[in-house]
């Protein structure tokens, strides 16, 4: 019995010392072999389109909370971008040495571009540390962060019909190319460059409306380049607006556009010709549209800079006109009988719109034009010029057209004063081709006592230049001879009377004598 009893005392003794142990094992903590680094990032937001700095906590922790890790010395943390659109702004820094749990914060400079897609991103940090004396050591930990979702708005396209000294418009493309979609979204277009405003300043708005994601939607804005302004390329800044999901109108990152503004609308002029009939001339050219665009309602203009050249019509209509094409165009002048021969100046220009009401015009081109000395397009010929005193005389001339463009309604008329009469004193011609002649006649009366010799009458054309303007061409002298023949049988007849008179005379006083 006593045997029992103390067998049963030890087996008691055992249970006890087992479960004591097992009561004890929880709280005895193991040590692991080597420094652990964990991260945390109590703030991970990222705004986009910003450098900011990130604070991350970094702490040298086993992985087991029961359990512990040797301290680490010599620490060295560098942040990288690796896989994420960051750029790292910040270097390495030194944390020295990290006990067991212990906490390092490590603040990391970031640009964020404008265009980072919303997303979650682990951000690498490496780091470099000892233990156990020499024991050195690298490792890589990462770092969440996070870019919101949002829309991202990104400007495709841009076109201009913009051309110096012209309004037109500014057309944008823009695309959602973000992870949300915007609602009530415009585009601040701005442009700070006094050549190129819109509706005289130098911003405005377009509307787009809803954009869902990776939907795109065209705007377009009012705009002038003005007479200053250079044919080149602009900077345009544009900068969304959008109402999100929470209706809370918010403001995306600016972005920047190329507008390009044309040269000024130009043209060119050839085969400048000068035509006069007289003091009525026709100034023909052609003109051509050198671009950069086609003109509407197009107008070529012209102007005298000589006072004693004046024209009469300044204006020729042409309609459309390409570019490349060209129209020939005819202006009537008056030139003064005071109007010196040779070079006179004339500008050039096109008035045109490009199918709206606003109407603009070119920088006039200046072309020369030359006045003849010999300004009469026609000969006349005398082809009987001899007059009898006291009588109804026909005079025959010959009307020859010497320009090189048929005439039509053609007639002479003789200019008839005292002493002359006449009942006949124009003569129609008709149409006369270039090189063509015809013979006029004329009746003139002339007085009794015209003596021999030689006078002269003054004669001027009209008629109808090709486009049907009326002109006179002249003065031209007609030459008329009295001839000698004309007065020398009066003569005769007096001289003969005169010697029958003195042969009477010498008769009767030798009768008388004799008697």
């Not at 345009?236 to 000024?264: C, E, H």
């Not at 100034?283 to 203009?301: F, Q, R």
């Not at 008839?416 to 124009?426: F, I, K, L, N, Q």
Request: aromatic share 4%.
């Amino acid at each position: 019995m006593a045997l029992q009893a103390g067998e049963a005392v030890k087996r008691t003794v055992l249970v006890a010392v087992v479960l004591v142990g097992l009561l004890a094992a929880p709280t005895l903590a193991a040590t692991e072999d080597e420094p652990r680094f964990e991260v945390f990032t109590p703030e991970p937001r990222l705004e986009p389109g910003a450098s900011q700095t990130v604070t991350i906590e970094l702490v040298n922790d086993a992985k087991d909370p029961e359990d512990t890790v040797p301290p680490a010395t010599h620490v060295r943390v560098e942040p990288r971008a690796g896989k994420t659109p960051f750029e790292v702004l910040s270097g390495s820094r030194s944390l020295g040495r990290m006990t067991d749990g212990e906490i390092h914060t490590v603040d990391v400079r970031l640009a964020v571009p404008a265009d980072a897609p919303g997303d979650t991103y682990r951000l690498p940090l490496e780091l470099t540390y000892e233990y156990d004396g020499d024991e050195r050591e690298k490792d890589t930990v990462r770092a969440t962060v996070e870019v919101p979702r949002r829309p991202i708005f990104r400007v495709t396209a841009v076109e201009s019909d913009l051309r110096v000294g012209e309004s037109g418009s500014v057309n944008l493309t823009v695309a959602n190319v973000g992870s949300r979609a915007a609602r009530a979204t415009a585009l601040e277009v701005s442009l700070p460059n006094p050549g190129v405003t819109f509706g005289g300043t130098d911003a405005a708005t377009g509307f787009v409306g809803n954009l869902s994601v990776g939907e795109r939607r065209s705007v377009s804005v009012d705009a002038t380049a003005t007479a200053d302004a250079s044919a080149r390329t602009y900077p345009l800044s544009v900068r969304p607006t959008y109402r999100d999901r929470n209706g809370i109108d918010t403001a995306a990152p600016s972005r920047t556009a190329n507008v390009t503004v044309a040269p000024k609308q130009s043209l060119a002029v050839r085969d400048v010709s000068l035509d006069l009939y007289g003091t009525v001339g026709v100034l023909s050219a052609t003109v051509e549209n050198t671009g950069p665009a086609p003109t509407a309602s197009t107008v070529a203009t012209v102007e005298s800079a000589d006072a004693t050249v004046n024209v009469l019509e300044g204006s020729a209509s042409i309609g459309r006109l390409d570019v490349g094409d060209t129209a020939d165009v005819t202006y009537a002048l008056r030139v003064s009988r005071g109007a010196s021969p040779g070079a006179h100046r004339f500008e050039l220009g096109l008035r045109y719109d490009r199918g709206g009401a606003e109407t603009y015009r070119t920088d006039p081109v200046s072309v020369v034009a030359t006045v003849p000395a010999d300004r009469r397009r026609f000969a006349v010929e005398v082809v009987n010029g001899t007059l009898q005193p006291d009588a109804s005389n026909t005079i025959d001339v010959r009307l020859t057209n010497e320009g090189d463009v048929a005439v039509s309604d053609s007639r002479a008329t003789m200019r008839v004063s005292p002493p002359y009469e006449s009942a006949r004193p124009t003569a129609f011609a008709g149409t006369l081709e270039p090189g063509e002649s015809r013979k006029l006649t004329f009746e003139l009366t002339t007085p009794e006592d015209a003596a021999p010799g030689t006078d002269s009458l003054v004669l001027n054309v009209t008629g109808e230049t090709p486009d049907g303007r009326a002109f006179t061409d002249g003065p031209h002298t007609v030459a008329v001879t009295y001839p000698p023949e004309a007065n020398s049988e009066q003569d005769v007849v007096i001289l003969a009377v005169g010697a029958i008179v003195v042969l009477l005379v010498l008769g009767a006083g030798t009768w008388w004598l004799r008697h």
